[in-house]
């Protein structure tokens, strides 16, 4: 019971980050995932939430050559490879709301951010319908596409992805110190190393990390250990 209640809680730390931040770091994974626009509109007020369990993590209108008249770009973000085979019925029941609140084509990705490999089905296939979503696993794309960015967002989430032969205790000194570069000696440095803290976990770099960061904080006098939101990190 304990430790159901403690993966319960470290997923709903998770998801506060991961919503947190994703208005800044889903453009970045859009146009990685190929999803080309001219326009983005935020979707219509339409309420989803009456007859689901869970509201859509991301959806909006995007505008292009191939939907001039717009398709709804519908995205959800997970982070255990255990949840991921549950996903075919959730897409398709969003997939409709979609369409029958909006009348257009829905455009699906599931990014999923865990360290396992995901293997697992993404489409159903009966005999009067062939459904399929696009899964992306994040680990897949190149570090070099999130740790220089100007967006602390965007930084801190570079620890999900590839780090291209590197040791980790490199990516994250390089997380560490553009991070720093981006905010200097601040609150909002203190928080998004505690965020960095958190989402390591997803790449069992934990330890690394709180050695790593502690280390930065103490040359600079700084901490973040009394922070209630993050006190459980160390």
């Known amino acids: 019971q304990m430790a159901k209640k403690r993966r319960t809680t470290e997923a709903s730390r998770f998801d506060k980050i991961i919503k947190e931040n994703l208005e800044k770091v889903l453009p970045r994974l859009m146009a990685l995932s190929g999803i080309q626009y001219d326009r983005k509109e935020n979707l219509p007020m339409i309420k989803l939430q009456s007859t689901i369990e869970r509201e859509p993590d991301f959806g909006c209108l995007i505008f292009n050559g191939e939907y001039p008249k717009g398709a709804v770009f519908h995205s959800e973000l997970e982070t255990s490879v255990k949840a991921l085979p549950k996903y075919d019925g959730r897409m398709l029941f969003y997939y409709g709301l979609y369409f029958q609140k909006l009348r257009k084509e829905v455009l699906q990705t599931l990014y999923y951010l865990g360290a396992e490999e ?21 680990r897949d794309f190149p570090h070099t596409e999130f740790i220089q960015s100007n967006e602390p967002e965007e930084v801190v989430f570079s620890i999900l992805t ?33 965020q960095l803290r958190i989402l390591s976990q997803l790449r069992n770099l934990h330890v690394q990390t709180i050695k790593k960061s502690n280390s930065m904080l103490t040359m600079k006098g700084m901490s973040i250990e009394k922070d209630p939101l993050f006190h459980r990190d160390h």
Do not use: C, S
Request: aromatic share 12%; charged share 25%.
């Open 118 to 138: 995901p293997k697992f089905r993404n489409r159903i296939l009966h005999k009067n319908m062939n459904f399929n979503y696009g899964v992306i696993w994040v």
């Open 162 to 194: 590839d780090f291209q032969g590197k040791p980790a205790e490199e990516i994250i000194d390089e997380i560490l110190k553009h991070l720093q570069k981006l905010l200097g000696n601040t609150l909002a440095l203190q928080k998004f190393i505690a």
